[in-house]
């Protein structure tokens, strides 16, 4: 994913470049143009994504609860359950 301290230097860049050039009105194009093209890269904000790895852990977490809760209550009524599948991969952290 892009980093937006990057997007940000590069803008500001463009921007100071346009600003001390004759073509100032091209700032106002080109930035319309920027936003068109991220608009169509379907990027989420830091937040959204942060927001959504939170729910993903909370989820696994309560998962692993059910599991185990559901694995007490076969072996007090002595059911055998199949084996589960772990996983060994999670989710990344940033």
Not at 10 to 31: C, I, Q, W, Y
Not at 33 to 46: E, I, N
Not at 58 to 64: G, I
Not at 68 to 86: C, F, G, S, T, Y
Request: glycine share 2%.
């Amino acid at each position: 994913m892009l980093n937006p301290k990057i997007l940000e230097e590069v803008a500001s860049k463009f921007t100071a470049a346009m600003a001390a050039s004759p073509l100032g009105d091209m700032e106002k194009n080109a930035r319309a143009v920027l936003m068109s093209v991220f608009a169509k890269l379907d990027l989420v904000t830091r937040e959204e994504f942060d927001v959504q790895r939170d729910l993903l852990l909370r989820a696994c977490e309560k998962l692993a609860q059910l599991e185990a809760r559901v694995a007490e209550l076969a072996a007090e009524r002595k059911i055998p359950l199949p084996p589960v599948q772990q996983t060994t991969s999670q989710p990344a952290s940033s």
